[in-house]
């Protein structure tokens, strides 16, 4: 078994006893992904207080991307807590257990920003549109035995049921669909959809999931070689 213990929108400290208490309920992980969110408006003091609850339990690297809440311009400051690998609009690869797993990370992008985006954010559809082509590239550059992609904002509409649906556009990128059929990871993960009620979604050849801990509930836990012998059956009985 190859365990990836995944989730997101923790939103320190708001949801910090849910996260403990989740962490408490799984065995040791073979790797964990944070998919953003992680604090509550820019909290980065909170980042110790996350991974201290981790870190009393497990020693398992720690993957993550950023989210809205973890605000653009404070990356490096994230990044000087350490213990986190955080990726944005990059790739990491990991050998565990001797197998090369090939994670991208991005805050994801949106199919229309947001109305403070569009009014705060200069060339912020420019941005989004580079950030579709970044992810296909840096997908169609990997190379591993797993390829796994977290991003915050949701790559499809479709886990996206349960928010309002005029909203979807400020949640999630359709455009992702494309590339996820082009360059098929084994798994995407997301969260920002608090109010999802369709947690899990197979497009073409990936499994995508939605993490969010307010949707969820709990921490989700993944068996990576369980999946990739599920993903193969689907592709043989679609050829068959």
């Known amino acids: 078994m190859f365990?990836?213990?995944?989730?997101?929108?923790?939103?320190?400290?708001?949801?910090?006893?849910?996260?403990?208490?989740s962490i408490q309920s799984i065995e040791e992980p073979d790797l964990i992904i944070l998919a953003g969110d992680i604090v509550y408006r820019n909290a980065h003091e909170q980042i110790p207080k996350v991974l201290e609850i981790v870190r009393k339990r497990f020693q398992s690297p720690i993957v993550a991307c950023f989210g809205n809440e973890e605000w653009e311009g404070y990356e490096d400051v994230y990044?000087?807590?350490?213990?986190?690998?955080?990726?944005?609009?990059?790739?990491?690869?990991?050998?565990?257990?001797g197998s090369r797993v090939y994670v991208v990370g991005s805050r994801g992008s949106l199919d229309r920003p947001t109305?403070?985006?569009?009014?705060?954010?200069?060339?912020?559809?420019?941005?989004?549109?580079?950030?579709?082509?970044?992810?296909?590239?840096?997908?169609?550059?990997?190379?591993?035995?797993?390829?796994?992609?977290?991003?915050?904002y949701a790559p499809t509409y479709k886990?996206?049921?349960?928010?309002?649906?005029?909203?979807?556009?400020?949640?999630?990128?359709?455009?992702?669909?494309?590339?996820?059929?082009?360059?098929?990871?084994?798994?995407?993960?997301?969260?920002?959809?608090?109010?999802?009620?369709?947690?899990?979604?197979?497009i073409g050849a990936t499994y995508v999931i939605n993490a969010a801990?307010?949707?969820?509930?709990?921490?989700?836990?993944?068996?990576?070689?369980?999946?990739?012998s599920e993903r193969l059956k689907r592709v043989w009985g679609a050829l068959s």
């Open 159 to 202: 886990t996206l049921e349960g928010e309002r649906e005029r909203a979807w556009p400020e949640m999630g990128c359709m455009k992702m669909e494309e590339v996820i059929r082009a360059r098929r990871p084994l798994l995407w993960i997301h969260g920002h959809a608090h109010k999802s009620v369709k947690l899990a979604v197979w």
């Open 79 to 97: 990044r000087r807590y350490g213990d986190i690998s955080w990726l944005d609009d990059e790739a990491l690869t990991l050998s565990i257990h």
């Open 213 to 228: 801990l307010p949707a969820r509930g709990s921490i989700v836990v993944v068996d990576l070689e369980k999946l990739k």
């Open 115 to 152: 109305f403070w985006q569009r009014t705060h954010v200069k060339d912020i559809y420019r941005r989004y549109k580079m950030r579709v082509s970044k992810i296909d590239r840096l997908l169609r550059e990997a190379k591993g035995d797993y390829m796994l992609v977290a991003t915050h």
């Open 3 to 21: 365990s990836l213990a995944v989730t997101a929108d923790i939103h320190a400290p708001k949801y910090l006893e849910l996260f403990e208490k």
